[in-house]
């Protein structure tokens, strides 16, 4: 990966690390914080992928439901997301951490069952220590 690419990470990594944080912060309930976050994103991706859309061809029906489907699991984990970040007895910054780290450990797993790549012994030792850093992110 070149060193755009990696700005180009940290840059979603602090979008998406941040807004549960600031969710927190604002101290709206659940509800409001995953509604009006995912709103903001809906009209951002409006603004900026209209051209492009109607410049590429559709997808097949298929991968249009698959991934309409996928989008109303990711709002649903969104929503459920926005209300642990606002519950007062759950510690944000923990949770946060927790649900990026098991994010990470699943990348292989999906990737293996949807595209066969085979998950490499590297990766393997990276789920190993996902699984050691939540269990010391409990303690």
């Known amino acids: 990966m070149t060193f755009t690419v990696v700005l180009i990470a940290l840059f979603i990594a602090i979008a998406f690390s941040s807004w549960p944080i600031v969710g927190r912060y604002s101290q709206a309930s659940g509800a409001w914080i995953s509604v009006l976050v995912m709103s903001g994103t809906l009209f951002s991706i409006l603004g900026i992928a209209s051209r492009q859309i109607t410049a590429s061809t559709r997808p097949a029906v298929g991968a249009m439901l698959l991934l309409i489907t996928m989008g109303m699991v990711n709002g649903l984990a969104g929503y459920i997301y926005a209300v642990k970040v606002a519950d007062q007895n759950i510690p944000t910054a923990m949770f946060v951490i927790t649900v990026s780290v098991l994010m990470v450990m699943m990348v292989p797993f999906v990737d ?28």
Do not use: C, E, M, R
Request: charged share 10%; net charge positive; proline share 4%.
């Open 112 to 139: 293996w069952l949807l595209n066969g790549s085979v998950i490499s012994p590297k990766q393997w030792i990276g789920i190993l220590i996902a699984i050691i850093a939540i269990i010391l992110i409990k303690k």
